[in-house]
């Protein structure tokens, strides 16, 4: 009887730990599942913080214990998913100088103005953007709306923007701009602008501002987490209200991202894509639009890299990826209450 009972517990143990394994490899995927074939793919999502986190308690409870033996497992499976770990907090190089010629890029999404009369924009922001009184040599925003423009006039030497229509992405820059055009995503809000832009030194660069598919949850968000958490059937029917919205943003934002690299990859330029993916690193999205091109907060950034001032913390979804032919030499995100998302300035050397 006894023996009996320690191999249904050795057996227990096995099938945890086998478990714990199955579902940790289940949560690295969602990188490469795409949305518009696999919707389980947002719940894939919300597995890999989960199961992090249950790696991490489950290797030090080993410790702990002195059973090094057993912590193997859930080291080796932290260890495993690296190339996941890696896109959330970056093992960076310190910044460099920057030097006479090197292109400095900002994107912001400016929530339509409705922080910028704040006067701690005038405080905060505004020394960072025009450091050593150099404005940016090229300003991306999303949400661009008239009052936005008249902020930009008011403080920056541009003159007019490149800008479609009523069409809420803009692009300003120092530096004369050769041409330029549009790629429409079906609202006025998410689209893509882009400008080829000639610089001082005689060479062409392309920048891509992109605002790809809002969620759209934000407001649903913010309700559910100021509410005490009860476990009701109305409760659980919000929450999947909410992934079903995110799964359908997702998908949408695939179909945008197709369009993007079709068109970048009839580029005779060196490209730039700048702006708000409305998406984390580890997602499908992110993973595609960074084939071929780097990520200025995983070269030169610290931390979380933060991104969206709103009220789902953490988020990463602003993003300066340039191709091959630049070198990051810095990145900043500049934090402030001038609105829901942070501006991220990037410095770049064109090689």
């Given at each position: 009887?006894?023996?009996?009972?320690?191999?249904?517990?050795?057996?227990?143990?096995?099938?945890?730990?086998?478990?714990?394994?199955?579902?940790?490899?289940?949560?690295?995927?969602?990188?490469?599942?795409?949305?518009?074939?696999?919707?389980?793919?947002?719940?894939?999502?919300?597995?890999?913080?989960?199961?992090?986190?249950?790696?991490?308690?489950?290797?030090?409870?080993?410790?702990?214990?002195?059973?090094?033996?057993?912590?193997?497992?859930?080291?080796?499976?932290?260890?495993?998913?690296?190339?996941?770990?890696?896109?959330?907090?970056?093992?960076?190089?310190?910044?460099?100088?920057?030097?006479?010629?090197?292109?400095?890029?900002?994107?912001?999404?400016?929530?339509?103005?409705?922080?910028?009369?704040?006067?701690?924009?005038?405080?905060?922001?505004?020394?960072?953007?025009?450091?050593?009184?150099?404005?940016?040599?090229?300003?991306?925003?999303?949400?661009?709306?008239?009052?936005?423009?008249?902020?930009?006039?008011?403080?920056?030497?541009?003159?007019?923007?490149?800008?479609?229509?009523?069409?809420?992405?803009?692009?300003?820059?120092?530096?004369?701009?050769?041409?330029?055009?549009?790629?429409?995503?079906?609202?006025?809000?998410?689209?893509?602008?882009?400008?080829?832009?000639?610089?001082?030194?005689?060479?062409?660069?392309?920048?891509?501002?992109?605002?790809?598919?809002?969620?759209?949850?934000?407001?649903?968000?913010?309700?559910?987490?100021?509410?005490?958490?009860?476990?009701?059937?109305?409760?659980?029917?919000?929450?999947?209200?909410?992934?079903?919205?995110?799964?359908?943003?997702?998908?949408?934002?695939?179909?945008?991202?197709?369009?993007?690299?079709?068109?970048?990859?009839?580029?005779?330029?060196?490209?730039?894509?700048?702006?708000?993916?409305?998406?984390?690193?580890?997602?499908?999205?992110?993973?595609?639009?960074?084939?071929?091109?780097?990520?200025?907060?995983?070269?030169?950034?610290?931390?979380?890299?933060?991104?969206?001032?709103?009220?789902?913390?953490?988020?990463?979804?602003?993003?300066?990826?340039?191709?091959?032919?630049?070198?990051?030499?810095?990145h900043k995100v500049i934090q402030g209450d001038f609105s829901d998302h942070y501006p991220i300035v990037a410095v770049l050397r064109l090689n």
């Open positions: 009887m006894r023996k009996r009972r320690k191999n249904k517990k050795q057996r227990t143990r096995l099938f945890s730990l086998f478990l714990l394994g199955f579902v940790t490899v289940i949560s690295y995927m969602g990188p490469l599942l795409n949305p518009e074939v696999f919707t389980f793919s947002v719940f894939i999502l919300l597995l890999y913080p989960a199961m992090l986190f249950v790696n991490l308690m489950v290797f030090s409870f080993f410790i702990f214990k002195g059973a090094y033996l057993k912590a193997l497992l859930p080291f080796v499976l932290i260890v495993a998913g690296w190339p996941i770990h890696s896109k959330i907090i970056p093992f960076s190089s310190p910044n460099l100088a920057a030097s006479e010629g090197d292109i400095k890029v900002v994107s912001f999404n400016a929530f339509y103005g409705r922080n910028l009369d704040k006067e701690e924009v005038d405080e905060s922001l505004l020394p960072k953007l025009l450091n050593e009184s150099q404005a940016p040599d090229i300003f991306v925003l999303q949400e661009h709306t008239p009052s936005v423009h008249r902020w930009v006039e008011r403080y920056f030497n541009y003159g007019q923007p490149i800008k479609s229509g009523e069409y809420r992405t803009a692009i300003y820059s120092k530096h004369p701009v050769s041409d330029w055009g549009f790629i429409p995503f079906g609202n006025l809000d998410n689209n893509c602008l882009w400008a080829d832009i000639r610089l001082p030194n005689g060479k062409t660069i392309r920048i891509y501002n992109i605002h790809l598919q809002t969620n759209g949850i934000t407001n649903l968000s913010a309700e559910i987490m100021q509410e005490k958490v009860e476990f009701t059937e109305s409760y659980f029917r919000r929450v999947l209200g909410i992934l079903r919205h995110y799964r359908r943003a997702s998908a949408k934002r695939v179909q945008q991202l197709n369009q993007l690299l079709e068109h970048i990859g009839s580029s005779p330029y060196p490209v730039i894509v700048a702006g708000d993916i409305n998406d984390v690193p580890i997602s499908y999205v992110y993973r595609k639009l960074s084939i071929g091109r780097s990520d200025s907060f995983l070269q030169r950034g610290r931390g979380l890299g933060t991104t969206y001032a709103g009220a789902i913390p953490f988020l990463r979804i602003d993003v300066i990826k340039p191709d091959q032919h630049f070198r990051v030499l810095s």
